[in-house]
Nanobody, 123 residues
Framework: QVQLVESGGGLVQAGDSLRLSCAAA????????MGWFRRAPGKEREFVAA????????HYVDSVRGRFTISRNHTENTVYLQMNSLKPEDTAVYYC????????????????WGQGTQVTVSS
């Protein structure tokens, strides 16, 4: 398993930006698909974005497409989620996750999870 630690959450106003980071330890990320999920209060966790390598592929849920960007830094063994034009409905605990797979489109199969970072967007 890969150990994941999220950071970068906070309290912002609608229209602001945040950049979430997920630092990985224990395994290099080159063979993993990395994903971001979120859980709003009282709701189930939902898929947000994923990135795979070899082939390099990204995938986003429709509600964040064009606003969020997922990326990887192999030197730092870190995955990022750049969130622009934030909306109140983006408020949630955001989790990064990993799976030993190249499939960025299938939302299941993740078996390593971080503890989450809180993102709160006020209107």
């Amino acid at each position: 398993q890969v150990q994941l630690v999220e950071s970068g959450g906070g309290l912002v106003q609608a229209g602001d930006s945040l950049r979430l980071s997920c630092a990985a330890a224990g395994r290099a990320l080159s063979s993993y698909t990395m994903g971001w999920f979120r859980r709003a209060p009282g709701k189930e966790r939902e898929f947000v974005a994923a990135i795979s390598w070899n082939p390099r592929t990204t995938h986003y849920v429709d509600s964040v497409r064009g606003r969020f960007t997922i990326s990887r830094n192999h030197t730092e063994n870190t995955v990022y989620l750049q969130m622009n034009s934030l909306k109140p409905e983006d408020t949630a605990v955001y989790y990064c996750a990993a799976k030993y797979s190249t499939n960025a489109y299938y939302p299941g199969g993740y078996n390593s999870w971080g503890q989450g970072t809180q993102v709160t967007v006020s209107s």
